[in-house]
């Protein structure tokens, strides 16, 4: 399998499932967020790494914890 992408909206694309199953377990808890937010506070913290896989970044989709996801947005709201 090619793990390489040609564009981060077709890396997106690919790992979508991933973040629609945690946004789907997210709201089961009460935490309402779209597939964008989680990929857009993930994309800061891989903005800096070297040698990611496909696996590395949909296990980070999986196991970002809800607390990391509520204080990102709960202080963007904030600023606002």
Excluded at 16 to 30: C, F, N
Aim: charged share 40%; hydrophobic share 40%; aromatic share 8%.
């Amino acid at each position: 399998m090619n793990d390489e992408f040609q564009s981060v909206k077709e890396l997106y694309q690919r790992v979508l499932p991933a973040l629609r199953t945690k946004v789907h377990k997210l709201s089961s808890r009460g935490v309402f967020v779209v597939e964008e937010d989680i990929w857009n506070l993930l994309m800061e913290k891989w903005k800096n790494e070297r040698g990611l896989t496909l696996y590395d970044i949909v296990d980070d989709i999986l196991k970002i914890e809800e607390e990391v996801i509520i204080d990102k947005y709960k202080n963007n709201k904030e600023e606002q």
